[in-house]
């Protein structure tokens, strides 16, 4: 079982940007693939960007492509999305999810086991 707990999260003027952090602990952080979802008011929950094992593999939804970075540090057990250029489309809770592999295997909800508790992004036009 992993236990993820997000921070970072905050209002910002759209252009401006934010850096997510989620810490995790319990399994071996190096052992899974992680990724990042939000669910905004009134929509589903969406993915947003994941990251393999070691970082050296990522993959992003094409609403974020070019303005956030995923990243990793196994060291530190924490997981990070560096957010730029953020628009008032990009208002949502964003969660941390802990894959079940540590490759990635899909973008699906049910590919990710574990889940933090969301922090509130939201970007003020």
């Known amino acids: 079982q992993v236990q993820l707990i997000e921070s970072g999260g905050g209002l910002v003027q759209a252009g401006g940007s934010l850096r997510l952090s989620c810490a995790a602990s319990?399994?071996?952080?190096?052992?899974?693939?992680m990724a990042w979802f939000r669910q905004a008011p009134g929509k589903e929950r969406e993915f947003v960007t994941a990251?393999?094992?070691?970082?050296?593999?990522?993959y992003y939804s094409d609403s974020v492509k070019g303005r956030f970075t995923i990243s990793r540090d196994n060291a530190k057990n924490t997981l990070y999305l560096q957010m730029n250029s953020l628009k008032p489309d990009d208002t949502a809770v964003y969660y941390c999810?802990?894959?079940?592999?540590?490759?990635?295997?899909?973008?699906?909800?049910?590919?990710?086991?574990?889940w933090g508790q969301g922090t509130q992004v939201t970007v003020s036009s």
């Open positions: 999810a802990a894959a079940r592999r540590p490759q990635l295997t899909g973008t699906n909800e049910r590919d990710f086991g574990s």
């Open positions: 319990g399994r071996t952080f190096s052992t899974y693939a």
């Open positions: 990251i393999n094992w070691s970082g050296g593999s990522t």
